[in-house]
């Protein structure tokens, strides 16, 4: 965040932090010190973001962070930041929110039942079901199922869940990308699709029946198509979005194609949520050497979506 504060943006940028945090990161790398750090007055006229300043929302560690060590001590004061991105969002006082990598096991270990941003933020926002997509230039790729085993996976792709998920990714394909009617392709889960029946049922008795169903109430929708031939040019010439059924089958092809500029968007929240596609590479922390290209990205297009259409 400190980095991208150095750059023009045309939207106010405000960090939800310790602010003792980063001025102490500030004041350790090379080239961050010259960012300047104020608390965010939320009855100030929103204005673009001015290089080398940088409002902060203060919201205090319970310990001091050093780079790099987790520290479960400090679990609550990560879920209180995202609460506090949530309820900013919800009652109007900022426009999107950008979430940095988290460290999914320190919440854990501190007693949380902590999933993920998606789940999490699903929970906070009383959303039974969300979409993740993943977007890296023009490739969309959206995920049926996310964090499950893969063993887990074939009973989990019910005919409700393929039809809520498809729903809200063609409803925000249209509300947040401004797409009057979205051609998605629907992969299948076995190989070749299932070949007939030959190499799995699911598509004949789940996926096809409801694609059928939803093609008739009016959604552009392909498949299923096998989906080692899925990502060539050719088949994605006339696709607006993809959707995978399981997290390995289209994240590899997306990072592949855009690692580091790719953005996680949470899709079925009543506010606008976009990501880095990172982990938390705890070894690059405080050394000035990690990449801000996906976070740069993550706000771009959480601006872009944030803005009426």
């Known amino acids: 965040m400190l980095a991208i504060a150095r750059e023009s943006w045309p939207a106010q940028l405000v960090a939800l932090a310790d602010r003792e945090m980063l001025a102490s990161r500030a004041a350790a790398i090379p080239g961050l ?13 929103p204005a673009p973001h001015t290089p080398g300043h940088l409002p902060v929302l203060h919201t205090p560690l319970a310990r001091p962070a050093a780079p790099g060590r987790l520290d479960p001590a400090n679990a609550a004061a990560v879920l209180a930041t995202l609460d506090a991105a949530v309820d900013s969002c919800r009652d109007g006082r900022f426009d999107a929110m950008v979430t940095a990598p988290v460290q999914k096991s320190v919440i854990a270990d501190a007693g949380f039942a902590f999933r993920g941003h998606t789940e999490y ?49 063609d409803g925000d394909l249209r509300r947040r ?3 009057p009617r979205p051609r998605i392709a629907v992969l299948g889960l076995n190989p070749h699709a299932g070949e007939g029946g030959h190499l799995g049922r699911e598509e004949l008795d789940v996926i096809i029946p409801v694609l059928e169903a939803l093609r008739a109430e009016g959604l552009d929708l392909t498949g299923p198509l096998p989906a080692d031939t899925a990502f060539t040019p050719r088949a994605l010439a006339d696709v607006d979005a993809v959707l995978a059924l399981y997290h390995d089958q289209g994240l590899p092809v997306l990072k592949h194609a855009g690692f580091g500029e790719a953005v996680n ?32 990205a993550a706000v771009t297009l959480a601006v872009a979506l944030a803005r009426p259409l």
């Open 265 to 296: 968007v949470t899709l079925g929240l009543p506010i606008v949520r976009t990501s880095v596609d990172h982990g938390t590479a705890l070894d690059l922390a405080g050394t000035g050497r990690a990449d801000a290209g996906s976070l740069r």
């Open 177 to 179: 990308f401004g797409l």
């Open 121 to 169: 933020l699903a929970a906070r926002c009383g959303v039974e079901r969300v979409v993740m997509l993943l977007v890296a230039g023009g490739l969309r790729v959206a995920l049926a199922t996310t964090h499950l085993p893969l063993a887990a996976v074939p009973a989990a792709i019910t005919r409700e869940l393929l039809g809520d998920t498809l729903g809200i990714l």
């Open 33 to 45: 010190a010259a960012v300047t750090l104020h608390d965010f007055d939320p009855d100030a006229t």
